[in-house]
């Protein structure tokens, strides 16, 4: 029961965040090459079908996972895992 609830709840996380996020007021133009005024010190944007890389900022720096990908990885453990199943991580995996 507390796992339903729990899975309910991060949905609901993540579709405000999405909402959010595509609520901004942000655009790219593409014909004039005009670059995303964003605040986050990092991001890509790539064309899903070609793979092209369309914007980047510091895409190559080493950042820390954003909080909808530990919400998402939660999620996919919550639905796929025996929660009390021991896992064991190599030391390089965890690092």
Known sequence: MKV???KR???C???AAA????ALPSRVSADTGDAPQISSPSAIL?????GKILYDKN???KM????ITKVMTA??????????????VSHNAAT
């Open 4 to 6: 339903k609830i729990l």
């Open 9 to 11: 709840f991060l949905i």
């Open 13 to 15: 996380i993540i579709l």
């Open 19 to 22: 909402a959010c996020i595509f």
């Open 46 to 50: 790539m064309d899903s079908t070609t």
């Open 59 to 61: 895409s190559r720096a």
């Open 64 to 67: 820390y996972p954003a909080s």
């Open 75 to 88: 999620i996919v453990v919550l639905e796929h895992c025996n929660l009390n199943e021991t896992v064991t």
